[in-house]
């Protein structure tokens, strides 16, 4: 027989507010869907959902990394230089060397990201430099080294091969490759992070660093690592969209980091840290992917779409604040019952 009080209706609500909170997401892309469609029959066909699908596949490749670093309370500016840097490389490469596999070159973004991760990693963990600091930083240097070791040129897509630009092109089942290949990061990470000791400590650290560092979780090597994921899936995301685009360019995803945050944050991650889900950030995606792609349909200015993406994020901090703090009072109120 326990002592410990019954939860509460209010607590048991909370205690599943992330599927509602993933529930209330489906709802609003299914509203926002049927909306559009009424505007604009052609949203609502399967080729342009295909397209959807499409365009944020290295979207959400990218939302994973940034998520597991805002779980653990930091913070990854410089993915959008990973991905520049490593789908300059790709396509470098496959200009010079056209007989390179497509595996080949997916599983080289994912080794050269993760090394520029590591080295991101270093200065966090190690370095304790301010996350927000050293990704910032790094983000510049691995732009100029972009810069560099192009000359400062494009690679086109007549300059790649067929197979490459495969990746994105040809289809299985219906479906593109890169399609599939987000399927089993999804698989992949949402295995990690639920059931894995490795995925509870990144979780842990974000909840309160110094009690995970109390019960034995190595907190600068979980740091670390986190960066290393996010520059791996950098780097895979950074091969995928030069094969989606067909061009490798010094400029490429420039600001795209913003659109990261926007689509953890639309998926219930929280800044603080400590919160966030893999289906989550999967529905994040698909909600930036859908405005992204209505706005033009319905004819609206480019430059609404970034007053809007901006609001969107707003207020969808506020509501995970709002969570946050209604949890940590409905906790505290048991804790002193």
Same mark, same amino acid.
């Not at 002592?3 to 709802?27: C, D, H, M, Q, Y």
């Not at 597991?68 to 990854?76: A, E, F, K, P, R």
């Not at 927000?132 to 240097?141: D, G, K, N």
């Not at 219906?174 to 990690?192: A, H, P």
């Given at each position: ?35 559009? =469609? &009424?505007?604009?029959? !052609? $949203? #609502? ?6 397209? /959807?699908? +499409?365009?944020?596949?290295?979207? *959400? ?104 630009? =495969? &990746?994105?092109?040809? !289809? $299985? #089942? ?6 599939? /290949?987000? +399927?089993?990061?999804?698989?992949? *990470? ?148």
């Amino acid at each position: 027989m326990t002592n410990e009080p019954a939860k509460t209706k209010k607590e048991v609500a909370f205690s599943r507010l992330p599927g509602f909170r993933e529930l209330g997401i489906i709802i609003f892309i299914i509203l926002i869907s049927v909306l559009i =469609g &009424i505007r604009n029959p !052609r $949203f #609502l066909t399967w080729g342009n959902f295909h397209d /959807i699908l +499409l365009d944020t596949a290295a979207l *959400f490749v990218l939302s994973v990394g940034m998520m597991l670093v805002l779980v653990t309370g930091g913070i990854d500016l410089s993915m959008e230089s990973v991905l520049a840097l490593t789908g300059m490389v790709a396509g470098m490469m496959v200009k010079q060397n056209p007989q390179l596999s497509p595996l080949f070159m997916l599983l080289l973004g994912l080794i050269l990201g993760a090394l520029l991760g590591s080295i991101t990693g270093l200065i966090v963990a190690k370095g304790r430099v301010v996350p927000i600091i050293a990704t910032l930083s790094m983000m510049y240097i691995y732009r100029g080294i972009t810069f560099i070791i192009s000359g400062g040129k494009w690679i086109n897509a007549y300059e790649m091969p067929d197979s490459f630009k =495969g &990746i994105a092109t040809e !289809r $299985f #089942l219906g479906l593109s490759k890169l399609i599939y /290949i987000v +399927l089993v990061v999804y698989l992949v *990470f949402y295995y990690f992070v639920n059931h894995t000791r490795i995925g509870r400590e990144i979780y842990a650290v974000g909840s309160n660093k110094e009690a995970a560092r109390i019960i034995g979780i190595n907190t600068q090597f979980i740091t670390w690592l986190v960066y290393v994921i996010s520059g791996a899936l950098s780097g895979l995301a950074g091969v995928m969209w030069v094969a989606r685009y067909a061009s490798a360019q010094n400029d490429t995803a420039s600001g795209f980091v913003m659109t990261i945050v926007a689509a953890c944050v639309l998926g219930g991650v929280s800044i603080t840290g400590g919160v966030g889900t893999i289906p989550g950030i999967l529905l994040g995606s698909i909600t930036v992917g859908i405005i992204n792609n209505a706005l033009p349909m319905i004819r609206v200015s480019p430059f609404w779409k970034m007053a809007l993406q901006g609001l969107i994020i707003l207020v969808a901090a506020i509501v995970n604040i709002a969570i946050t703090r209604n949890m940590e009072k409905s906790q505290l109120k048991r804790r002193v019952i």
